[in-house]
């Protein structure tokens, strides 16, 4: 049920509803401060792991809640070279860390990268498939972004030419995926502490495909990213929403800190890059 509005939002309503402030001429005006406003909120910032506010929910969100677990398992999903990866193994080195990437050239670059990390060998694993909602083999593309390759953006779901920036298919691949539920059965993997998905709009398919993990709440932690891939992949946030808000507290993920998500609305439909953070609920 819609929350009922305080005398503060009714006001504001009243006064913003008036034909006036819709006049032609402060079009330009509320154009450059929604503009604004938008970006202050960090949407479009979660692109590049220092800046995004990621580092922080490792910090300050994932990191005590992992203290509490001997051996805490951490999947990265759409792991890419490693990079995130790495992060996590120098914030949580007691963290057993499952790194996913189906592209056969960048999962090389992952096996490299992650074999150049000190510590015990054995907390770092790399697998060359991806997830979804079934088990299957589907065709991944990879692109260039203004002729430079980009493996960053890589997507089961083609991207079409609706971007400011040029971006082009430059070579697509066979790749398997399988299911989260499938692979924790066959692994006997009873939990997940933290669950990091970044697969380029594929995000959602990859929690279908966790529905028997999500309901026994064997996920304590996910983040996701939702953005411009998912206009390709034709999911919402509201689907994030209803897979998600019953089990999980939603909270947008913003530079030094979570902002919490209390009720869905149209307005959270904005297609910039962005990463969120859902903490499972207290039982």
Known sequence: MPRSQGPVTGFLKRILFRPAIKHPRLQRLWSRLHTVSVFAMNYGGGAFIE????????????????AAVAKPLI??????????????????PSARICAFEPAAPVYEQLVQHLSTIGG?????????FGF?????????????????????????DRRLPTQVLQVEVADTEQIHVRTLDGFCASEGIDRIDFLKLDVEGHELAVLRGAKDMLERRA?????????????????????????????????RIIPGGIVPITDYGEHLEVFLTTNYFAKRKAA
């Open 132 to 156: 979804s909602d079934q088990e299957k083999s589907v065709e991944l593309y990879s692109y260039t972004v203004e002729g430079e390759a980009a493996s960053v953006i890589s997507s089961i």
């Open 219 to 251: 996920i304590s932690m996910i983040q996701f990213e939702f953005g411009p891939a998912n206009i390709y992949s034709r999911t919402y946030f509201y689907d994030f929403w209803c897979v998600l808000s019953d089990r999980y507290d939603i909270f």
């Open 75 to 92: 999947f990265d999903v759409g792991a890419n070279v490693g990079d995130y990866s790495a992060l996590v193994h120098s914030l949580i």
């Open 51 to 66: 800046s995004s506010g990621e580092v922080w929910v490792l910090s300050e969100m994932v990191r005590p809640s992992c």
């Open 120 to 128: 015990n060998a054995a907390a770092l694993e790399a697998f060359n």
